[in-house]
């Protein structure tokens, strides 16, 4: 097995190719050893030293490691305990949460139909640019037009996730669809 790597906008996060699938749909999002219980493949990456958050995407698992941990050290540990994982022939996900979770919110409403628009335009051209980066981004919501959307793995704490709000996806959203006055990040 060869575990490519590529550098994220987050100097705190790797992304890790293993030329496998990772997730067949949806992603996981992890940011605690207890939250990673249910994948195995997450909690081996937890084990390694310095290891702040594992976020796994459809091809990819990007790690986020703490500030006194350096690359050179953990690259390779993480490298090991993705081999490992799928040497060991155990699924990704447990149980219920082998599904992984997709983008939130309803199309009901009186905002439905914008609602579905906001939603189209962030599967066909936002998810697919900020997961080469390592990242997701999930819709939680839109009021008053006021788009609420959550960055995941490489995206969570970049330092340029800002300008990818609000110079690059809040300009999409508003070109295309009127009703969208601003895009806020959410915490989870």
């Not at 219980?37 to 310095?50: C, D, E, K, N």
């Not at 149980?95 to 309803?106: D, F, V």
């Amino acid at each position: 097995m060869f575990i490519q790597t590529e550098t994220t906008p987050n100097p705190a996060t790797l992304k890790f190719l293993p030329g496998l699938d990772v997730m067949p749909e949806g992603v996981a999002d992890f940011t605690s050893v207890e939250a990673a219980q249910v994948s195995p493949l997450a909690g081996r990456i937890f084990r390694v030293a310095g290891v702040k958050a594992v976020f796994l995407g459809a091809d990819f698992v990007t790690v986020t490691k703490d500030e006194a941990t350096e690359w050179a050290h953990a690259r390779p540990a993480i490298m090991g305990a993705i081999m490992e994982h799928y040497q060991s022939g155990q699924p990704v996900l447990m149980g219920a949460a082998a599904g992984g979770h997709t983008t939130g919110g309803a199309d009901t409403g009186e905002d439905g139909a914008i609602i579905s628009q906001i939603k189209e335009l962030l599967d066909t051209r936002v998810r697919p640019a900020v997961a080469r980066d390592g990242g997701d981004i999930t819709f939680h919501g839109f009021e008053k037009g006021v788009v609420y959307l959550h960055m995941q793995g490489a995206c969570a704490g970049c330092p340029s996730s800002t300008y990818t709000l609000k110079m690059g996806i809040e300009n999409l959203l508003r070109h295309y669809i009127p009703e969208v006055s601003e895009v806020r990040a959410v915490a989870q």
